[in-house]
């Protein structure tokens, strides 16, 4: 069986604020029991991803929007 999902995340502020910083801990993990066969991550506004895996072998995605933003 092959799924496809698509997930939203939105943060939508009252007053701009400055400087996020963001992780994000959703890629799926493959191991014997499932494969994740392709996993994309969009942000916006556009930003510098890096990206690292835990102790638990979880892949944990970062990154950071500077300046004033509402969204």
């Known amino acids: 069986m092959i799924l496809a999902v698509t997930h939203l995340t939105k943060y939508q502020y009252s007053e701009p604020i400055t400087d996020s910083v963001m992780k994000v801990r ?40 500077p300046g004033a933003h509402d969204q």
């Open 26 to 65: 959703m890629q799926p993990r493959s191991d014997d029991q499932q494969r994740c066969l392709r996993f994309k991550l969009k942000v916006s506004p556009e930003a510098k991803l890096s990206s690292y895996e835990n102790y638990l072998g979880n892949t944990i995605h970062t990154f950071d929007i």
